[in-house]
């Protein structure tokens, strides 16, 4: 049986987790991307109105569009597995 001092820290694991993903996905983001960091946060916070009446678009190309959502795919599988490792 394990010691208290011995048993993992679920919170501390979780926030680790949680932490690194949105890390790994900026990262990976930049890299396909070819974008410096300060352009990723950028990207992630303009909008570019067409008129007054509509809300604007993104201002992300479709290629740009579609690797994000190839990225949010292939982390999301590694995600959950992480999840469990982290939680038994």
């Known amino acids: ?3 208290e001092k011995d048993k993992p820290n ?3 694991n979780l926030h680790e987790v949680y932490s690194k993903m949105a890390s790994i996905f900026r990262e990976k ?3 396909d991307c070819n974008w410096s960091q300060p ?3 950028r990207k992630m916070r303009t909008k570019v109105p067409i008129n007054r009446r509509e809300k604007g678009r993104d201002y992300l190309s479709l290629a740009e569009e579609r690797r ?3 990225i949010k795919d292939e982390m999301n599988d590694t995600f959950v597995k992480t ?3 982290c939680c038994r």
């Open 68 to 70: 994000i959502i190839e």
């Open 39 to 41: 352009t990723f946060y």
């Open 1 to 3: 049986m394990k010691k």
């Open 29 to 31: 983001v930049c890299e």
């Open 10 to 12: 679920t919170l501390f």
């Open 83 to 85: 999840l469990d490792r």
